[in-house]
């Protein structure tokens, strides 16, 4: 495994992560332990996590994986890059304040998933979403407040558009504080828009890092949609399928694919791994698992990481054919305006 410097931080973090995700109820501490000394064994060191997953379960197993890694002698804290994510609280049902980048929010936020994380500190703490509510000088004060208190050592963003993330740093420079050090964008060989277009100042400006996720775009980059939905596949939920609309058209694409990745001898899922992490921009590409087969499975990937040439990338857009668009807030940046 190879490393590299989140941003324009001094922290190395592995080209391949593990997002946390998976680590609810339905798979158990037990099973989020064996997956994170799966990811440690192969070389991982950044872990995944946020306030909302599994409504705060997902914290909480992995709290007890990284616990029972400690006591084990199977890492040290120091070993571990850990990340959580702020906005959309762990509660199903949400008071006023119970989300957003507010202040109080990010405080008690951040307070609750340290207890469900057993740590004193997270490494990175993330704004999971922009809060149009919310004065962005509030937030970047906020999240300085939390690096202040030991509570995080880095701050960054998820799912931002570029204008807010300038904004914030601008704001960071003018009071003396820490600037967002990374953002957390989809990115895969569908989606690019972000990454590939509305960042690219970001990177010469601020170095700003990537912690990528949804590299198989839900699932459609293994190929498993060829013939139809599967049952109990991820797009077989309506809610989630209805944030795929062109589903069927992506996977018709990805067929056309399958040959490029024989031509290299690896799955077509490991090749869409490797092509997000050849992005010299990209800090890391966080993978789901559910299990340690699934697990090794995509982390073959890293395998060829390097051996995705310009001639290869060009063959991928012949397929593809990408559009980018112009990157758009989604619902959850004005979620707080219904207690208005």
Same mark, same amino acid.
């Given at each position: 495994m190879k490393y590299r410097y989140l941003g324009n931080s001094g922290l190395l973090v592995s080209r391949l992560s593990l997002g946390g995700g998976t680590f609810d109820d339905k798979i158990g501490p037990d099973a989020s332990?064996?997956?994170m000394v799966k990811a440690f064994?192969?070389?991982? !060191?950044f872990f995944d996590n946020a306030e909302a997953y599994g409504l705060g379960q997902c914290e909480t197993n992995m709290g007890h994986a990284i616990k029972k890694g400690i006591e084990n002698g199977a890492w040290t804290r120091e070993d571990l890059v850990i990340t959580t994510k702020i906005f959309f609280g762990s509660k199903a049902v949400t008071g006023p304040n119970d989300q957003g980048l507010n202040r109080k929010h990010i405080v008690e936020g951040i307070k609750a998933s340290l207890k469900r994380l057993q740590l004193d500190y997270v490494d990175v703490l993330l704004c999971h979403r922009p809060d149009a509510t919310t004065p962005i000088e509030e937030t970047v004060r906020a999240m300085n407040f939390v690096i202040n208190q030991g509570w995080a050592l880095y701050w960054g963003t998820s799912s931002w558009k570029s204008g807010d993330i300038l904004e914030a740093?601008?704001?960071a420079d003018r009071l003396g504080l820490i600037r967002p050090v990374t953002e957390q964008p989809e990115y !895969?060989?569908?989606?690019r828009s972000h990454v590939e277009f509305d960042y690219v100042n970001l990177y010469k400006k601020y170095k700003l890092g990537l912690?990528?996720?949804s590299p198989l775009a839900n699932g459609i980059l293994t190929g498993k949609y060829s013939q139809g939905i599967p049952e109990n596949s991820r797009l077989a939920m309506d809610w989630l399928r209805d944030l795929v609309p062109d589903w069927e058209a992506r996977a018709a694409k990805a067929d056309q694919l399958k040959p490029i990745a024989e031509d290299l001898g690896y799955s077509l899922g490991?090749?869409?791994i490797a092509w997000a992490a050849s992005n010299p921009n990209v800090s890391t590409v966080m993978l789901g698992a559910s299990n340690t087969r699934q697990l090794e499975e995509n982390l073959r990937a890293n395998a060829i990481i390097d051996k995705i040439t310009p001639e290869i990338k060009?063959?991928?857009d012949d397929i593809v054919q990408f559009v980018p668009r112009?990157?758009?807030?989604?619902?959850?940046a004005t979620t707080r305006d219904r207690h208005l």
């Open positions: 332990y064996e997956l064994e192969s070389g991982i !060191n740093c601008e704001i !895969n060989i569908f989606e912690t990528t996720w490991q090749l869409a060009a063959r991928i112009v990157p758009e807030n989604d619902a959850f």
